[in-house]
């Protein structure tokens, strides 16, 4: 039987290597959007006609951007020479007050139905949650159970930001603690790790960040299986990773576009709550003036770089996958 690194040397050796697509139904608000973008999509009706092994990955999207949370990701997804064959998870316990009417229900599945099923790869995204204790949260114990599956029939799981905290928490039993204030805007880190997920980076990069807690360094550094891959003087732990870099808990949101911040920022001073401009984002630090991106780059090769570490290491036919 061919590994799936195999079927890419194949291609390569055939001529006939070429950008493959993410996989998602023509309906979905993101596939409109990304082809205004020339991001190179491809509708499920005509990939169910090609011949290939496209990688498998679900999105737990826990984000209340759920359309823009949608379009970010399957933006960066998109910039590989493999075809990503999407499905999109969400929590059945939790009534979403921000998608749009019947999205969920159209372009979703629930927890249940993956429960007996295999993906190459797991994104589990944040979650406005995070200063709720892990146990009030009213998805907790789903989230859990998904967690759990995701050692036994997934690959690769990637968490970000509120997910890698949960992650940690779940599994390791890494506390969270609160900041004295919200950490906001675009930060430097440094690469420490040599995981293939950092081919091609600068020692240095920048990225966004957007949070209130962070999580316990020293307990991080207590547990041998955990690895600190990345981190930041100001902005603290980046990226952990474990089981050889097969679970990856990145703490910012290198997926955010150009005006996430400045959506996030505006909302919070509507709302009147306490909030900073976001710190290396605008120009002279004025929110009059448009930021200008520093992360897209690092953005797009991280992404492109855990595809093609998933790719190389999953078996041609999933049920081999353990």
Known sequence: MYSSIDGLRFLRFSGILRL???KIPMALPAYSALKKEN??????????????????????????????????????LSNSPLQVDITLLRMGSHI???????????????????????????????APVETLPFEAVDYWNELAAVLDYSARRV??????????????????????????RKLFGIFPHRVRGRHTLFRGFDDEFLAPQSRHTEIDREAITRRP???????SEEAGIFIVTA???????????????PLTLDREYRRDLDKGLPI???????????????????????????????LNYVYQETPYNLDDLF
Not at 39 to 44: H, N, T
Not at 243 to 257: A, F, K, M
């Open 20 to 22: 493959m697509p993410i």
């Open 39 to 76: 991001v190179f999509v491809i509708a499920d009706v005509r990939a169910e006609h090609q011949d290939i092994r496209p990688l498998r990955v679900a999105i737990a999207n826990l984000m209340p951007t759920t359309v823009d949370t949608e379009i970010q990701l399957l933006r960066l």
């Open 96 to 126: 979403s007050r921000n998608a749009p009417p019947g999205h969920l229900e159209r372009f979703y599945v629930n927890s249940e139905w993956i429960m007996n099923t295999r993906f190459d790869g797991l994104i589990i995204t944040g």
């Open 155 to 180: 690959w690769s799981t990637l968490h970000i930001c509120w997910g890698a905290q949960a992650g940690l928490y779940h599994r390791y039993g890494i506390p969270k603690r609160g900041l004295d």
């Open 225 to 231: 299986d955990l690895a600190i891959q990345s981190e």
């Open 243 to 257: 089981r050889e870099g097969r679970e990856i808990y990145v703490t910012g949101h290198l997926e955010y576009d």
């Open 276 to 306: 900073e401009v976001p710190k290396n984002y605008y120009p002279g630090d004025d929110p009059n003036t448009p930021p200008i991106v520093r992360w897209r780059a690092h953005a797009h090769l991280f992404f492109s770089n855990w």
